[in-house]
């Protein structure tokens, strides 16, 4: 080709090929950015503490559903920690992608356990909760700073082992439930609590955690500054030791109960941050 005729032909060329790829660029970040909004949301596990069952998270689940999220709240067994622990992974190893393990009271000690080497876990959410390090129980923890009255309120009673002998397990009096563990919930609702309440054997509140999950996997903390079960100064303590985002409400221990919009949004934020 005549060299006029190439510089001429490159010339129409080179723009051509530029533009190309200008106009290649914004497409592709369009595409990246499609494909975060379609990633799949996580599965939000919900495990519920002592003295309650998982149909205290109804408000709460309702609004996670309602705002697009595939949710669990499996049946803590409260039993022991190891146990509960070993019962919560058999549950999460059914779940297909990405979870948020939310935990309350008791169930703090249980999610911390049981996020341990799970990579699926993105984040960790405790309520009212627990958030143990390593070599600590849900009852030392408990009786490090005054507030709590629950020692007062509950009656223990023995229960059958699988392997013979009995165990002991504690329950809240029916007629102090109310006062003692959902002050700001309406009583005739506080009295279906009552009636519904799981127990949990002490040796559940008295086993040492094997480990802290918190140390590598984010967490948010939800703060009851009404409670009587945790001292909130045990959950603010524990909350600023394991670098959780923060947030308090005026609220009993029944925190999910009386306050699901908040509860919910404390969720949302945790599992927004994984996405």
């Known amino acids: 080709m005549h060299p006029t005729r190439r510089t001429l032909a490159l010339g129409l060329a080179l723009p051509a090929t530029l533009a190309a790829l200008v106009g290649a660029a914004p497409a592709s970040g369009q595409a990246a950015a499609g494909a975060d909004r379609h990633a799949p949301k996580p599965t939000i596990v919900l495990v519920h503490g002592a003295f309650a069952d998982a149909s205290s998270w109804s408000g709460t689940i309702r609004r996670l559903q309602h705002a697009g999220y595939p949710v669990l709240a499996p049946a803590n067994p409260l039993r022991g920690l190891a146990e509960d622990t070993a019962y919560l992974r058999s549950v999460l190893a059914a779940v297909d ?5 939310v935990g309350h009271s008791y169930g ?6 049981a996020a341990l080497g799970d990579h699926r876990v993105k984040a960790l959410v405790y309520i009212a909760a627990f958030t143990p390090d390593k070599g600590e129980s849900a009852a030392e ?5 005054p507030g ?12 059958p082992l699988p392997g013979g002998g009995t165990g002991t397990e504690l329950v809240i009096e029916p007629g102090k439930f109310h006062r003692q563990f959902a002050a700001d919930v309406p009583t005739v609702d506080a009295a279906v609590m009552a009636a ?10 008295e086993e040492k955690a094997g480990g802290a999950a918190w140390k590598t996997i984010p967490s948010w903390s939800l703060i ?37 919009a908040v509860v919910t949004h404390v969720i949302l934020a945790a599992a927004r941050a994984t996405r």
């Open 97 to 101: 992608g990405p979870v948020v393990l």
């Open 108 to 113: 703090g000690a249980v999610i911390s356990g």
């Open 141 to 145: 923890l408990a009786a490090r700073f």
């Open 148 to 159: 709590s009255t629950l020692g007062d309120t509950v009656n223990p009673r023995s229960y």
């Open 196 to 205: 519904s309440q799981r127990p949990v054997a002490t040796t559940a509140l």
């Open 224 to 260: 009851a500054t009404a409670d009587k079960n945790i001292p909130p100064a045990a959950q603010q303590w524990m909350a600023r030791r394991a670098g959780s985002h923060v947030t308090e409400v005026d609220a009993s221990h029944a925190v999910a109960v009386s306050r699901p």
